[in-house]
């Protein structure tokens, strides 16, 4: 399992994980997509916020590996503003390779990401 160097661990000063410290014996989970709705609470929107600004000042509209990159976590972006990068794609591998849906994030993320 990839681990991303200065990638953020979690969201200071709360339990919002961001990445994981050691891989799983029995497999990494798979990522599914997980639906966002607007009356999310504020901790949890700053969580995503703060995820997000993190994927983009890593790896901007490179394609990256998903390595130790929390399933959870992601899954609020999945197949949204993150999008496989290959075809087949495995959903249950650390080395799944990921991108940023660049027109999406600019919709969810403009202050993020900029607009054109």
């Given amino acids: 399992m990839l681990k991303h160097r200065g990638f953020p661990g979690r969201l200071p000063g709360t339990d919002f994980q961001f990445t994981l410290r ?3 014996p029995k497999g990494a989970t798979p990522l599914t997509a997980r639906e966002r709705r607007s009356d999310r609470r504020a901790p949890d929107r700053r969580a995503d916020e703060a995820f997000f600004t993190a994927l983009w000042e890593h790896f901007g509209t490179e394609p ?3 390595g130790n990159l929390d ?3 992601l ?4 197949e949204r503003e993150i999008i496989p990068a290959t075809d087949p794609f495995d959903p249950a591998d650390y080395e799944a390779m990921l991108v940023i849906d660049l027109h999406a994030a600019r919709k969810t993320f403009p202050k993020i990401v900029g607009e054109e």
């Fill in 71 to 73: 399933a959870g976590r």
């Fill in 22 to 24: 050691r891989a799983n």
């Fill in 64 to 66: 990256f590996e998903r």
């Fill in 75 to 78: 899954a609020w972006f999945f």
